[in-house]
């Protein structure tokens, strides 16, 4: 079998608004969100909420974090997006209230069907659940669920659900041990 991209097609996958919108958020996303000052967590808050994010009270994130399609994206209140967290939010990414995403995290709810001779899109959902610490450079695989309290260690590539309360290190990311001792 061989692989023929000049067939791939994205004719079943629906950005979630038009071209204009996509095309209006990029410009924005590529000016006055990604020059406005450090410490303005309330006006990118703002742009974003514009654009369709569900984004909760105290959130802060940093100005040159990135938003494919922020419509996908609901962040929970007292949330922290560090510098350079992709969010690649071809399909939907849940962050939960009091998570930590660290700086160069990339979110990746997009692939391909390796089997695939016109190399198909498959996109599934990134959930972190309140509490979560994502720490520094980790990428996330698409269709992934980080429960509640848990951690991915710097550098880490999570490639299957991580449980609560559990910090999973790694390439793949596997279990080290748990992040609070549990109560008798």
């Not at 996958?13 to 095309?23: A, D, E, F, P, T």
């Not at 369709?52 to 997006?81: C, E, H, L, M, Q």
């Not at 690649?88 to 990414?93: M, P, V």
Request: proline letters at 4%; one cysteine or more; hydrophobic letters at 40%.
């Amino acid at each position: 079998m061989k692989i023929d991209l000049s067939l791939y097609s994205q004719k079943e996958y629906s950005r979630g608004r038009n071209g204009l919108i996509v095309l209006l958020w990029w410009f924005i996303q590529g000016t006055i969100f990604r020059f406005s000052i450090h410490n303005m967590y309330s006006w990118r808050n703002f742009l974003l909420k514009l654009f369709g994010a569900n984004v909760g009270k105290r959130v802060k994130i940093r100005s040159n974090a990135k938003f494919t399609y922020p419509w996908k994206v609901s962040i929970g209140d007292n949330s922290w997006i560090g510098d350079n967290v992709n969010f690649y939010s071809l399909d939907e990414i849940l962050i939960g209230s009091n998570c930590v995403i660290s700086q160069d995290t990339y979110l990746c709810t997009g692939s391909h069907d390796m089997n695939d001779p016109y190399f198909g899109l498959i996109t599934k959902p990134i959930i972190i659940k309140d509490g979560a610490w994502i720490a520094s450079d980790v990428f996330v695989y698409p269709g992934i669920t980080i429960n509640e309290m848990a951690v991915i260690a710097a550098r880490s590539t999570v490639t299957k659900d991580v449980p609560p309360n559990e910090v999973f290190a790694g390439s793949p990311a596997r279990f080290v041990k748990k992040r609070f001792k549990e109560e008798a």
